[in-house]
């Protein structure tokens, strides 16, 4: 509808750059406002749900020493946990200031080591495990869904789809628990446990035990997710096939695979990238299940820990840093798709 | 509905889904009259008895027969996944078409709201929150994760009910004055029943899915028996690396079964509302080819 | 080769523990209350004294080579052992141990071990004395605990233990940390310990599931592991009996059914009675795969307190007594009408609850089942995660619950039910959660506190036992054991549960050590 | 043929690039098949712009989309021929029967097509540019990116498009500049018959008299050939040369421009020119066809007009009207069947 | 002549948008539009896609509510009186007769609404009675064939005439259709045109109707009126328009109009460079049309053009038309 005349394209292009910029605030706004209220709630949880962490200590100290504790030392770790009476915005405000000096607290369960040591030890892990396995779960799911979809209805899309639906929709920890059973402990071909051989301590030896450590968790996640990714994208290509785009490639006499590739593909894909970019996002956060079952040493199983003992500063710490890592994932994704797709480029 | 009915991934879907509503009605009574086991009594004589004579599916390490667990989970995870699916699919609807349809600050407010916990990281808040409600039953579960799982529905419906509430035939109704709560209900919403449909069961198979993760993890009412429950109990007992398989596949199965079974109907939905995917379905392709064939066209 | 976890050579022993996650924090600040320390602290900071589980969880010598009550019991003066020294070389002092024992004294938040004394005092170079403020026989035992360690003055007394997480770890024990990373913690064999030299130069300490270490024993990777194998026999002994050892040792300690006595109906001991009679022991037992471990009537386990149990209640007949138990309910005025419990037109239903984390939901329902046999009794079960149990059971907001009862010593076990702890429902207590009151028992308990006299204190606990097993305050349902897994392939000379002088359990410091000590090379890798 | 074409196409060629026989196409759907092509037959020579009407599904998309062997599924040829006579070659290609291979030859260099709605016809996440030269250098591999490059910017400035546009988004543009390069697009490998399904629906009166304007420049220019699929008569009574009439899958007439509109064989012609009000002869009280299209899924026994055909008489309901050679036209009415089965 | 029912005045429409980047923009949809509806006259508006036509309907409609000027009902301006109101004399007919009904209700309920909404009526029977008599009203008989169908199962034709029907049933002084021919089949728009013309006649409506395709406002309207850019440009007497169109963009809209009657040689002449629509947003000045107009003066680019009478009530906005006005 609105035409831009050549001659007015200089202007034009700094009224742009300036909307684009007041755009870009908005959205930092709304990023704002977000982690503001993950914070907040954050904050807010531990103190408003009843319990308190000296419990979670003393129950767990009986239980791994054996023996009772002494009224005398109950006493005595309540004390070392804070004063739950203390004023709440006060409490608030110096949780904020800790915030953001990126200061989490001391742990509870591992007293005194600091929270930011535990996020930091964990965080590789994950991010290098689940990292990988969302990039290729969704690297292949997509690839698999271009095919179906560009041959909707052939006899590959036939069986590849309710497969797809049915593998699915298996719980996801329990293939992992069946794929434990069987590659590690029935085959032995896999470690039960681990992120790395402790004595392949570096170079090109720990690397290779990290992908052996890594192999069946990576599996299993890729297993159990690569299906949604498949319908998405199957379903998003048989719509796009039909768009007039497509056929109009075909008519042009460009060979099948161009079309299904940069007409039909490329466009299919808009909505998964999204979806693929929060997923990213959701990496810190999303495995938790599969580092259980294969005692892998990443955050899933720190904030597993941290929440059976109320460990609050880690569970804190995890929570933060999830929310962070989805924030920050959404941001790329509208950066990314505004990238892929000219028409929210330009802003219409 | 008819077309609905016909495609046989429907009718699979449908099926099945009947089976363990079934199952989850007259569970109790199945386990009683038909099973002759009550779920939870103890089989000294059998423990972890592999399947065959006195228990069909075998018996767990409690000595507890797996099967009549089974049927008697059906009704744990269908309730979980049923009431949080309808308390997310209510949210959503309630926040998504109130924001859509009456725009302006309730929108905006709601838009934000939505925008806001569709990026708290789901399962971790789920957990935690869970986590401080631990023990307190399959109520509190299903609740905590209805209470997470509307944002999605939400910004969809959102969407939807803002571009309806700018179609001809709601300005229309509009201009003959009818009533906004009235123009909602019987004109917005029908129109979204299919997409609320399919909402519903995506959220029920998260909501199935996250009860029997939220058990593994020992958020649970274990005084109750689900699928996830069951498939804890295994874990607690390394039934997966005894070999007990009796015990842990048939919950897990059965999750994917109805799991599978909601995707399908899912597909005839989605088909449903997009007669493109309709034209892409197996039999349509292979009836083309047939005539094709028989026109002795097309090489 | 897959999973070569271990990779220990001739001379390494590999423990694999199961119960501290798949990451340790490298945190030696073994006097803090974390639950998640570096493991094998215990190996390298020591306490005074050690507990016998092979003698009654009587307290014997260990830092401390002798130590003598005064003062009518109020004074206890420990003899320090000489030839003891820290693995930087320098010896232990009096002044050390001073320090030591000071500091939950002087910074009380850190006073994890609960210690009772009220002073501290140098008496001279060999000797450190403790004063209480009243006879404290039976409370030596709190020297034994690994949360009170004898650590090096000269590098503690500049610490600031709120942020101090003594990552290079200075102790008197075997050992002495060679390396640390999050996934496995290697430890070296100090050749001046005082105790002797253990055999092997390193011991590797690396993280594992349950799950897991089963097949890391069955593989080899694994040396050494406590952890409950229910099936042990067919899984894991058969397969190579001459390795593969199971080894069970008592702790003690029993896993009960505590009543809320400060709750009607259940402060009526006719129907904690008629309760107990009715749990069916051996089926549980059955289902946990532990025949024969089923808890007698004062929940003090015959393999630890033999020759303290009054004769008539050894080798008690664990089969439920319906008859016994149908009687004990109808004298105590009891009937049952419509699963209810129904006294003087009240009606009662009681919820037991369980500690959900550790699936006991089966147990439970094992036991409300006989009930409902025996009395058509409706108990509802109710599962709950462990910290939320433990604070309810701290509240007294519970009718039934599940706990595990005991201590190092028949005192120990008792005196959690001293009717002082009690506090009104809905506040903490800090022990004795089912609020039981009897004069009779708490002056078994108060005489035992002061006397040393070992006959004495035998008939003393007599007396308390009776107490217990009248009264009912809990029904003792199974005993609890440290579970030992192990691969002798490499290292033999193990402690045999027949006849032990030392538990292999690798948390328990001293006898860890003393296993450490008894192990020999087979020369096999 | 028309007077006004030799007027403006120097050297009409007189040769036939086109010849369908006996069109059967049908979506395959449900229980009952889709009949929308019905033995559709017709031929058109180098040069010559052929109209073909109808109403809204009477078949004409499914028509051009057969005719360039793009129909989607469910839509499948049953029968008939579609010979392509490509220049300088003697034998002709049945597109029907032809192997992809050789169609993707065929493809664009011989035989292009346009779209009704330009907004979807464009590959809306590429560049217009880079669309021509993707297509350029599809079938000539040995172009140079920039020279394809500059290719497309000399055919954009033959629509009328700036070259500083080249680099533009297709939402970027309007609609009118749009369709104007799809047309630009079809032309850009030279073909020798281009088909073109409503391209002008989609813009308003002016801009569509602006693309038709350049249409027919361009036609005088290079000579291809082409069938124009619209539903508005009037509009195909100035541009087209000959102009077929479809109804309910059928040809039902075909003639000289003129002809059709001067004096219609078929009731169903003259009732659609009379559905289009003049704009400059006097008003009169105009009809329209009473009733509505039939159901292509069950379309009436006999001629498919009958039910709204004024002039029906006994024998209508049952015979299915053959195509006559009337004059210079051909006509499927039994009211001039008396001329003879052609 | 009578007074006109439904007036608008001066009324100007102005749109915010937000891009998809949180940027605002200022759409000019219509500015500076004066109309008047009589009972029993149709007027004419035609214009090219986005000048505004649909903008200034809802207007009319009571839609939007203008930004600036004012839409008088009666000789009154609105504003005081109810939506309801306004509705029971004002009635509008959409573009697409399939979106302008609900697939899910049946042609009964649809019918129902606007009798109980804006007579109260309430009784079955009497409810019964009228929808068939709405019904044959726009001629679908036998009506009872098509009471209870639903959208799909009807043409496009059966729907626009349900459509209308429905706009009917409120007994309005006014109908405002917005294009309501353009989406049905060539064949049954005639038909559509004389059922208007019909309801004109019969009932004395005042019907405003929205086209693009002058040869059919030429068929139905007694008045013509030419929109471009938000802009009226042109309006009077159908046959003045169209025989001696005064504003250059109305010449250029009835010469792009086919016309099987004119000589094919001129008619594609020098379309080439015409250039395109403005852009409302960013509008240019003076005279709106005045980048593609042929006869462009130097005003034309700063002042915008008054409005100038000729004979017989024909007006237009053209600086070319300066000192001609008769009045
Ligand atoms: N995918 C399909 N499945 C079934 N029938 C179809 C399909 N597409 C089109 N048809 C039917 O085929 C017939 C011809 O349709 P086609 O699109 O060729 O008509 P058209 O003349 O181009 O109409 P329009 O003027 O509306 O574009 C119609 O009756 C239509 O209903
Ligand atoms: N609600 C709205 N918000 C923003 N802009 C609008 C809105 N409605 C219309 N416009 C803009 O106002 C201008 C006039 O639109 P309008 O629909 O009135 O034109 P029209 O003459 O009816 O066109 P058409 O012939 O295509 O129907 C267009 O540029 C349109 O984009
Ligand atoms: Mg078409
Ligand atoms: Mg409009």
């Not at chain 1, 503001?36 to 200590?57: C, E, K, Q």
């Not at chain 3, 999973?3 to 119960?19: E, F, P, W, Y």
């Not at chain 3, 030839?83 to 939950?104: C, E, I």
């Not at chain 4, 304007?213 to 539903?231: D, I, M, N, P, S």
Request: proline fraction near 6%; charge should be neutral; aromatic fraction near 8%.
């Amino acid at each position: 509808m609105t035409t831009t005349a050549p001659a007015a394209a200089q202007p034009r292009r700094a009224a742009k750059a300036a909307r684009r910029w007041r755009f870009l605030a908005r959205r930092l706004g709304f990023y704002l406002a977000a982690l503001w209220s993950a914070v907040t709630l954050n904050f807010l949880l531990p103190r408003l749900m009843p319990g308190d962490a000296a419990v979670g200590i003393i129950e767990r100290l009986e239980r791994v020493s054996g023996q009772q504790v002494s009224p005398s030392a109950v006493e005595s770790i309540q004390r070392l946990f804070g004063d739950p009476d203390a004023n709440l915005l006060r409490q608030y405000f110096a949780y904020l200031g800790q915030i953001v000096r990126l200061d989490f607290g001391v742990s509870v369960q591992s007293f005194p080591t600091p929270v930011s040591d535990l996020l930091a030890q964990s965080l590789p892990w994950t991010v290098g495990l689940v990292g990988a396995t969302t990039v290729l779960a969704f690297v292949l799911g997509t690839g698999l869904g271009v095919l179906a979809g560009w041959r909707a209805g052939s006899r590959f899309d036939a069986v590849v789809s309710p497969l797809t639906t049915f593998v699915s929709s298996v719980p996801y920890f329990w293939v992992a628990l069946l794929a434990l059973w069987a590659f590690g402990f029935l085959l032995g071909w896999f470690p039960l446990s681990g992120g790395y051989d402790p004595d392949a301590a570096s170079g090109p030896a720990f690397f290779l035990s990290v992908l052996h450590y890594g192999a069946l968790p990576a599996a299993t996640i890729v297993f159990s997710a690569f299906g949604g990714w498949l319908l998405g994208m199957r379903n998003m290509m048989v719509t796009t096939v039909r768009e007039d785009y497509v056929l109009l490639a075909k008519a042009k006499g460009l060979s099948p695979r161009r079309v299904m590739l940069r007409y039909a593909a490329r466009n299919a894909i808009l909505p998964n990238f999204t979806g693929f970019a929060l997923a990213l996002g959701g990496v810190l956060g999303g495995a938790l299940l599969t580092e259980i079952v294969f005692s892998y040493p990443g955050m899933g199983y720190l904030l597993y820990s941290a929440l059976n003992q109320r460990d609050y500063p880690v569970m804190q710490g995890v929570f933060l840093l999830i929310t962070i890592a989805v924030l920050i994932a959404n941001l790329l994704a509208d950066s990314v798709y505004a990238l892929l797709d000219p028409r929210i480029r330009e802003g219409r | 509905m008819t077309m609905f009915l016909r495609g046989w991934k429907v009718r699979v879907g449908l099926t099945v889904l009947g089976f363990f509503t079934f199952l989850a009605v007259f569970g109790p009574w199945l386990t009683e009259h038909v099973v002759g086991i009550d779920p939870r009594a103890n089989d000294i004589t059998a423990i972890a008895a592999p399947p065959g004579g006195d228990h069909l599916l075998g018996t767990t390490q409690f000595g507890q027969d797996v099967l009549a667990q089974v049927i008697a989970g059906a009704r744990g995870s269908l309730f979980v996944g049923v009431l949080a699916a309808a308390i997310g699919t209510a949210l959503a609807i309630l926040v998504g078409v109130t924001s859509g349809y009456f725009g302006g600050t309730v929108d905006n407010v709601l838009n934000l709201l939505t925008n806001i916990v569709l990026v708290l990281p789901g399962l971790p808040l789920l957990l935690i929150i869970a986590g401080y409600l631990q023990g307190t039953g399959l109520w509190v579960i299903a609740l905590v994760i209805g209470l997470l799982g509307w944002p999605g529905g939400a910004r969809t419906l959102r969407a939807q009910s803002l571009s309806i509430a700018n179609r001809d035939f709601l300005v229309a109704m509009r201009m003959l004055g009818e009533k906004r709560r009235r123009l909602v209900f019987f004109e917005v919403l029908p129109h979204l029943s299919g997409l609320i449909a399919s909402m519903f069961l995506h959220a029920m198979i998260g909501g199935i899915m996250a009860e029997a993760g939220l058990a593994f993890l020992g958020i649970t009412d274990s005084s109750a028996v689900s699928w996830g429950t069951m498939i804890q109990a295994a874990q607690q007992q390394s039934a997966v690396l005894r070999g007990l398989w009796w015990w842990f596949v048939p919950p897990g199965l059965c999750i994917a079964l109805i799991g599978t079974a909601a995707a399908l109907v899912n597909f005839g939905v989605d088909e449903l509302a997009n007669p493109k995917l309709r034209a892409a379905t197996r039999s349509a392709t292979r009836r083309a080819r047939v005539a094709a064939r028989a026109a002795g066209g097309e090489a | 080769a897959p999973g070569n976890t271990a990779g220990g050579g001739a001379d390494t022993l590999v423990i694999g523990k199961t119960d501290a996650g798949t990451t340790y924090p490298r945190n030696f600040n073994v006097v803090g209350p974390a639950t998640q320390k570096t493991p094998g602290a215990s190996l390298i900071y020591e306490p005074l004294v050690r507990t016998d589980y092979s003698d009654g969880a009587t307290t014997k010598p260990w830092l401390a080579e002798s130590w003598e009550f005064s003062d009518g019991g109020a004074t206890l003066s420990f003899t320090i052992r000489e030839g003891v020294t820290f693995s930087d070389d320098r010896p232990l002092t009096a002044d050390d141990v001073h320090f030591s024992l000071n500091l939950p004294l002087d910074q009380p938040q850190f006073n994890i071990a609960g210690v009772t004394y009220t002073a501290v005092e140098k008496v001279d170079d060999k000797t450190v004395a403790v004063h209480f403020a009243q006879p404290a026989y039976s409370e030596l035992n709190q020297f034994a605990n690994p949360q009170l360690p004898m650590v090096p003055k000269h590098i503690w007394a500049d610490q600031d233990l709120n942020t101090w997480t003594n990552p290079d770890p200075v102790g008197t024990g075997p050992v002495t940390l060679a390396s640390f990373s999050a996934q496995q913690v290697t430890l070296a064999t100090r050749a001046d310990y005082w105790g002797g030299t253990p055999r092997m130069k390193t011991v590797k300490i690396i993280p594992t599931s349950q799950d897991a270490v089963k097949a890391q024993l069955l593989r080899g990777e694994v040396d050494w592991a406590a952890t409950s194998w229910p099936g042990a026999d067919k899984e894991y002994v058969a397969v190579d009996p001459e390795h593969h050892q199971y080894q069970q040792y008592a702790t003690g300690r029993a896993y009960a059914l505590v009543f809320n006595a400060a709750r009607t109906p259940f402060d009526d001991p006719a129907l904690r009675r008629a309760l107990s009679l009715t749990i069916p022991r051996t089926d549980i037992v059955a289902t946990l795969n532990r025949p024969g471990t089923e808890a007698g009537p004062t929940g003090l386990a015959e393999q630890v307190y033999g020759d303290w149990l009054k004769a008539d209640y050894r080798d008690a007949d664990p089969a439920i007594d319906v008859e016994g138990a149908r009687k004990a309910l109808s004298d105590g005025g009891f009937t049952v009408e419509n699963g209810a419990l129904t006294k003087n037109g009240q009606s009662f239903t009681p919820t037991l609850s369980f500690n959900q984390d550790y699936g006991w939901g089966a147990y439970a329902d094992i036991i409300v089942n006989s009930w409902r046999k025996t009395f058509g009794l409706t108990v509802k079960t109710v599962g709950v995660p462990s910290v939320n149990l433990y604070e309810q059971q701290q509240l007294g907001d519970f009718d039934l619950t599940v706990a595990e009862i005991g201590g190092p010593g028949v005192f120990a076990t008792y005196a959690g039910f001293n009717s002082k702890y009690t506090k009104p429902l809905g506040q903490k207590a800090p022990a004795n959660f089912g609020r039981f009151t009897d004069p009779d028992l708490d002056a078994a308990i108060q005489a035992m506190a002061g006397t040393d006299d070992e006959g004495r204190l035998k008939e003393l606990a007599k007396d308390a036992q009776t107490v217990v097993v009248e009264q009912v305050p809990f029904a003792p349902i199974y005993n609890s054991y440290w579970f030992i897994n192990i691969n002798s392939k490499r290292w033999g000379g193990w402690p045999d549960p027949q006849d032990f002088d030392r538990v292999p359990f690798p948390d328990l410091g001293p006898d860890a050590a003393r296993t450490l000590l008894g192990l020999t090379p087979t020369g096999r890798k | 043929m028309s007077v006004r074409v030799a007027d403006e196409v120097t050297a009409v060629e007189t040769a036939t690039v086109l010849d369908v026989d006996g069109l059967n196409v049908e979506y395959v759907t449900g229980d009952v098949p889709v009949r929308a092509c019905v033995d559709v037959s017709f031929s058109l020579r180098r040069g010559e712009i052929l109209g073909v009407a109808g109403e809204s599904g009477s078949g004409k998309s499914t028509l051009i989309t057969a005719l360039t062997r793009l129909q989607r599924p469910p839509a499948v040829i049953t029968g008939g021929r579609i010979l392509f006579h490509p220049e300088g070659r003697r034998a002709p290609v049945d597109l029907v029967s032809a192997s992809d291979r050789q169609l993707r030859r065929l493809r664009w260099t011989s035989l292009s097509i346009v779209l009704q709605s330009a907004m979807d016809a464009l590959n809306p996440v590429a560049r217009i540019g880079a669309q021509f030269v993707d297509v350029l250098r599809a079938h000539d591999p040995g172009l140079s990116k920039q020279a394809a490059r500059e290719r497309a910017v000399e055919l954009l400035g033959m629509v009328g498009i700036s070259a500083d546009r080249a680099r533009s988004y297709p939402h970027e543009m309007s609609g009118g500049m749009r369709q104007r390069a799809t047309i630009a697009l079809a032309l850009a490998c030279e073909p020798e018959l281009v088909v073109m399904d409503e391209p002008t629906t989609a813009v308003d009166v002016v801009m569509q008299r602006q693309i038709l304007a350049q249409v027919l420049r361009l036609r005088a220019e290079l000579g291809f050939a082409v069938v124009f699929v619209t539903h508005d008569l009037s509009l195909l009574l100035e541009l087209a040369d000959r102009i077929a009439i479809m109804y309910a899958g059928r040809v039902v007439e075909i003639g000289a421009a003129e002809s059709i509109y001067r004096a219609p064989r078929h009731p169903y012609t003259r009732g659609l020119r009379d559905s289009f009000p003049p704009l400059s002869a006097p008003l009169r009280t105009l009809s329209g066809i009473p009733g509505s299209p039939p159901d292509l899924r069950r379309p009436p026994g006999g001629c498919p007009f009958h039910p709204r055909c004024p002039d029906r008489f006994t024998g209508c309901e049952e015979h299915l009207p053959v195509m006559s050679t009337v004059d210079d036209g051909l006509v499927a009415c039994r009211l001039h069947e008396s001329g003879g089965v052609s | 002549m009578t007074a006109p029912i439904l007036e608008a005045r001066d009324v100007s429409m102005h749109f915010t948008v937000r891009g998809a980047f949180g940027q605002t923009a200022v759409v000019r949809a219509v500015e500076g539009a004066t109309l008047a509806l009589r009972p029993g006259g149709i007027v004419a508006l035609v214009g090219e896609s986005g000048s505004g036509k649909t903008t200034l309907a809802r207007l009319l409609a009571r839609f939007h509510r203008p930004t600036s000027g004012e839409i008088r009902l009666r000789g009154e301006p609105v504003g005081k009186r109810g939506d309801r109101a306004y509705h029971r004399d004002v009635q509008m007919v959409f573009q697409d007769p399939f979106g302008s009904l609900n697939p899910l209700h049946r042609v009964r309920y649809n019918l129902e609404r606007a009798l109980r909404l804006h007579h109260g009526v309430k009784d079955r029977a009497e409810l019964e009675r009228r929808v068939v008599e709405l019904l044959e009203r726009v001629s679908l008989v036998p009506a009872r064939d098509f009471v209870d169908k639903f959208p799909h199962e009807l043409s496009g034709g059966q729907r626009q005439r349900v459509v209308i029907a429905r706009a009917l049933a409120v007994e309005p002084a006014v109908l405002l259709g917005d294009e309501p021919i353009s989406m049905l089949d060539v064949s049954i728009r005639l038909d559509m045109l004389n059922l208007l013309a019909r309801l004109r006649e019969e009932e004395g409506l005042a019907l405003l109707y929205i086209t693009h395709d002058i040869a059919s406002a030429r068929y139905l309207c007694d008045e013509i009126v030419v929109m471009y850019a938000g802009r009226m440009v042109e309006g009077g007497p159908k046959e003045d328009v169209l025989a001696r169109p005064l504003h250059p963009y109305t010449r250029l809209l009835i010469e792009s109009s086919p016309d099987p009657d004119r000589g094919r040689a001129a008619l594609f002449d020098g379309a080439d460079e015409l250039g395109e629509p403005p852009s409302l947003i960013d509008p240019p000045a003076g005279c709106r049309f005045h980048p593609r107009c042929p006869f462009a003066m130097a005003r034309c680019r700063t002042e915008a053009p008054p409005r100038t009478t000729v004979s017989s009530g024909q007006w237009a906005h053209c600086w070319l038309l300066d000192g001609q006005e008769t009045t």
